[in-house]
């Protein structure tokens, strides 16, 4: 049973530039979560996505934007990079019904510089 | 909002020492409780859960138990070897059922001497 999958492993970026961050879910699962754990620090919510669309947000900017695909896999994109954005982007899945039980995938490595 | 607030680290402590991480929540409904794990270089694993109030969480040697009372979920476990090396997560789900997010605590890194 494959669990939850996040592409790429690492990335760097430029300031000012954007990047996209992709997710599969855990199989049977059909809600992914999105959250930013920066260095030192717990992660924190950015958004939920279940039957494509954005179910509810945290406190981040509209530079965070993401995509949920029919086959629930999903997508995190970041405009505008600041160099503060640099963090683990986790993915997490779950079922609707029972979203308060989540899965975490290993998460991407993002570097600003 | 909700929060969680867990013990600040790091902890060290010696291999079969007893370990107690302490978490204390706050929520405004009934949530479920979590403690998740870090290792090194690693996303989260979920170690134990509890749903609703005296319910105990038990995972791999470790232990909490979900005192409503006290708004605490403390982490403990009897032996700690030195593979239990980690940063442990103190976290609550802010609803039962859909639409819930997971709210985290700030992390306690834990370390264990040979």
């Known amino acids: 049973d494959a669990g939850v999958t996040q592409s790429p492993t690492h990335l760097i970026k430029t300031r000012g530039q954007q990047v996209t961050l992709r997710c599969s879910p855990k199989?049977?699962?059909?809600?992914v979560s999105w959250y930013q754990q920066a260095l030192g620090q717990g992660p924190q919510f950015i958004f939920q996505?279940?039957?494509?669309?954005?179910?509810q947000r945290g406190n981040f900017p509209d530079r965070f934007s993401g995509h949920q695909f029919p086959n629930y896999s999903s997508e995190l994109n970041v405009n505008a990079l600041l160099l503060g954005d640099s963090a683990l982007y986790l993915c997490?899945?779950?079922?609707?019904?029972?979203?308060?039980?989540?899965?975490f995938g290993p998460g991407t490595r993002l570097t600003v510089t | 909002g909700d929060s969680v607030t867990q013990m600040e680290g790091p902890v060290t402590l010696s291999e079969e020492a007893f370990l107690t991480i302490n978490c204390t929540y706050t929520?405004?409904?009934?949530?479920?409780l979590f403690w998740y794990v870090q290792y090194p270089g690693e996303g989260l694993q979920l170690l134990l859960k509890?749903?609703?109030?005296?319910d105990k969480g038990s995972n791999k040697g470790f232990e909490a138990t979900y005192r409503k009372e006290t708004t605490s979920f403390h982490l403990e476990k009897g032996s700690v070897q030195v593979s239990d090396s980690a940063v442990y997560f103190c976290?609550?789900?802010?609803?039962?059922?859909?639409?819930?997010?997971?709210?985290f605590g700030s992390g306690t890194r834990l370390s264990i001497r040979p």
């Open positions: 997490a899945s779950s079922l609707e019904r029972t979203t308060y039980e989540q899965y």
């Open positions: 199989s049977g699962h059909d809600t």
């Open positions: 996505y279940y039957e494509e669309e954005e179910r």
């Open positions: 929520a405004t409904g009934y949530p479920s």
């Open positions: 509890a749903t609703k109030a005296d």
């Open positions: 976290a609550l789900s802010d609803q039962g059922g859909s639409a819930s997010k997971i709210i």
